[in-house]
Antibody, heavy 122, light 110 residues
Framework: QVQLIESGGGVVQPGRSLRLSCAAS????????MHWVRQAPGKGLEWVAV????????YYADSVKGRFTISRDNSKNMVYVQMNSLRAEDTAVYYC???????????????WGQGTLVTVSS | SSELTQDPAVSVALGQTVRIACQGD??????ASWYQQKPGQAPVLVIY???NRPSGIPDRFSGSSSGNTASLTITGAQAEDEADYYC?????????????FGGGTKLTVL
């Protein structure tokens, strides 16, 4: 079965960096676009970024553009998000999620990880 | 702020039918998908596209769309359906691919 396992969360000071990882298994990883979605404590879902199945195309929410970088390693079935210049408002549970269609981005998330908590605080 | 608009809270009597709406300009171009999220858990996809249910989702969940509004209908709501529900869709405003979510609707089953 499809499994997505995030790691790398923790407490970080404002202005510092953090890299989150997501390990995928149970499907042909290289055929699917992958997303990061976050949820601030007590708040709704916010899409963060997407990377195409081949890693060529990357798109970001305005709130993280220029600070976050999504990447993937299809040889390791891994997707990452490098988060720089972190702010208090980046505090959230970060989920990786699989796009529902192969080889395209439709923006439907058919599988989610359990999430990893990032807390930005001094 | 969300580009898709949802009512913050809706309630339904046990066994009755409830419709949760989602409005936004992107829905004129793209289908919505719907997610159920229970406290402390990751979201679960319940409806996507025109009206598709992933394997394992009960057939009491259905979706529809008209103009700039997408709807999730639960026919015969059960106690276990009490949760937060989020809609989302793709959006190409500004010639830049992005994905937008609604603010979520908290469903209470009475």
């Amino acid at each position: 079965q499809v499994q997505l396992i995030e790691s790398g969360g923790g407490v970080v000071q404002p202005g510092r960096s953090l890299r989150l990882s997501c390990a995928a298994s149970g499907f042909t990883f290289s055929m699917y676009a992958m997303h990061w979605v976050r949820q601030a404590p007590g708040k709704g879902l916010e899409w963060v970024a997407v990377i195409s199945y081949d890693g060529r195309n990357k798109y970001y929410a305005d709130s993280v553009k220029g600070r976050f970088t999504i990447s993937r390693d299809n040889s390791k079935n891994m997707v990452y998000v490098q988060m720089n210049s972190l702010r208090a408002e980046d505090t959230a549970v970060y989920y990786c999620a699989r796009d529902s269609d192969m080889a395209t981005v439709v923006g439907f998330f058919d599988n989610w990880g359990q999430g990893t908590l990032v807390t930005v605080s001094s | 702020s969300s580009e898709l608009t949802q009512d913050p809270a809706v309630s339904v009597a046990l066994g009755q039918t409830v419709r949760i709406a989602c409005q936004g300009d992107s829905l004129r171009t793209y289908y919505a998908s719907w997610y159920q999220q229970k406290p402390g858990q990751a979201p679960v996809l319940v409806i996507y596209g025109k009206n598709n249910r992933p394997s394992g989702i009960p057939d009491r969940f259905s979706g529809s769309s008209s103009g700039n509004t997408a709807s999730l209908t639960i026919t015969g709501a059960q106690a276990e359906d009490e949760a937060d529900y989020y809609c989302n869709s793709r959006d190409n405003s500004g010639n830049h691919l992005r994905v937008v979510f609604g603010g979520g609707t908290k469903l209470t089953v009475l």
